[in-house]
């Protein structure tokens, strides 16, 4: 059983930046993926960011490229989601993912809101 926490959420204005974190129980070098998700009121949950753990290779929704970067430390078990230029349509909860063998996991979620 791996237990996902996020933290780093809060109020933001327009242009600003935020880093989320997400503390994993488990080794997060035995993960096949990780992610973050986010999901707005009234609409699905979409990909934001998306890490392979064998290559290290990212991936981000079309909303989020060239403003958002997902990274890993491995030695902390972390996962984190630098949020740069916010905009008001980042607004949501954010969701931390993970892949361990064949099995996905879910955090609580943060909640991220961008308002001036």
């Known amino acids: 059983q791996v237990q996902l926490v996020e933290s780093g959420g809060g109020l933001v204005q327009p242009g600003g930046s935020l880093r989320l974190s997400c503390a994993a129980s488990?080794?997060?070098?035995?993960?096949?993926?990780m992610a973050w998700y986010r999901q707005a009121p009234g609409k699905q949950r979409e990909l934001v960011a998306l890490?392979?753990?064998?290559?290290?290779?990212?991936n981000y929704g079309d909303s989020v490229k060239g403003r958002f970067t997902i990274s890993r430390d491995i030695a902390k078990n972390t996962l984190y989601l630098q949020m740069t230029n916010l905009k008001p349509e980042d607004t949501a909860v954010y969701y931390c993912?993970?892949?361990?063998?064949?099995?996905?996991?879910w955090g609580q979620g943060t909640q991220v809101t961008v308002s001036s």
């Open positions: 993912h993970a892949v361990n063998s064949g099995t996905p996991y």
């Open positions: 890490i392979i753990s064998v290559s290290d290779m990212t």
């Open positions: 488990g080794s997060i070098a035995d993960m096949h993926a």
